[in-house]
């Protein structure tokens, strides 16, 4: 793989990782209310999904999600519906006292719904689909530049999880009083909820 490919992969990668979207705004919520260590580790979840969307899009098996109109309608409804259940849960929260990490979720359910959330959005697969393959050279070897490429999209999604839980732990720390984490909440569930909507009403591209 050639460096200029690279150069020119890395900037657009990063711009794909930090865009605000349905995990990036978890990481930010679970850090107000578990904590910095625990969203920064919740995204081995997320991580785990895109993994697996890599190598399906490696191995040209995301062309099924691309012709399958029932199948991607199948996902994106499962994933819509499983943002809208997230959203009704931050919504009715109850703001914990100030100082306090809110307790009544293990990391392992947090890692889960960070997998949930991005293996319910057929929409990133595409994106796998139609933004990787342009780095890549049909000449040489398309298994290994798939995993430099991949893990480098990894690599800086671990950053944009760090990134995005410490926004997190900062709003935290300014949102001293119940009142102003409970809008908070009230407005992650908002987002998140529009989230779900834009992915429900979706086509594929």
């Known amino acids: 793989m050639e460096y200029a490919t690279l150069l020119l992969f890395v900037p657009a990668c990063f711009a794909i990782n930090m865009a605000p979207g349905p995990n990036n705004l978890l990481s930010i919520s679970n850090a107000t209310r578990y904590g910095l260590r625990a969203a920064w580790l919740a995204g081995a979840g997320r991580l785990l999904a895109f993994a697996g969307m890599i190598a399906l899009a490696s ?7 691309h012709t399958s109109q029932l199948l991607f309608t199948v996902i994106k409804t499962v994933g819509a519906l499983y943002l809208f259940y997230i959203a009704w849960q931050l919504w009715r929260a109850v ?17 889960r719904q960070e997998f949930l959330v991005a293996a319910g959005n057929p929409k990133a697969i595409l994106v796998f689909t139609a ?11 398309m298994a290994l ?7 480098l999209f990894l690599l800086f999604e ?5 990134l995005y839980a410490w926004m ?3 709003m935290k720390r300014f949102l001293g009083q119940p009142r102003g984490r409970r809008l908070f909440n009230r407005s992650c569930a ?3 909820g529009g989230a779900g909507l834009g992915l429900l009403l979706s086509r594929r591209v």
Request: glycine share 14%; proline share 6%.
């Open 168 to 170: 997190g732990l900062g």
């Open 59 to 65: 191995a040209g098996l995301a062309v099924v999600l």
């Open 95 to 111: 703001p914990e006292a100030e100082g306090e990490v809110q307790a009544g979720a293990t990391l392992w359910q947090l890692a």
């Open 145 to 151: 530049q798939f995993t430099i490429l991949g893990a």
């Open 158 to 162: 671990l950053v944009a999880i760090g």
């Open 190 to 192: 908002t987002l998140l």
């Open 131 to 141: 933004f990787l393959p342009q780095f890549v050279d049909p000449r040489q070897s």
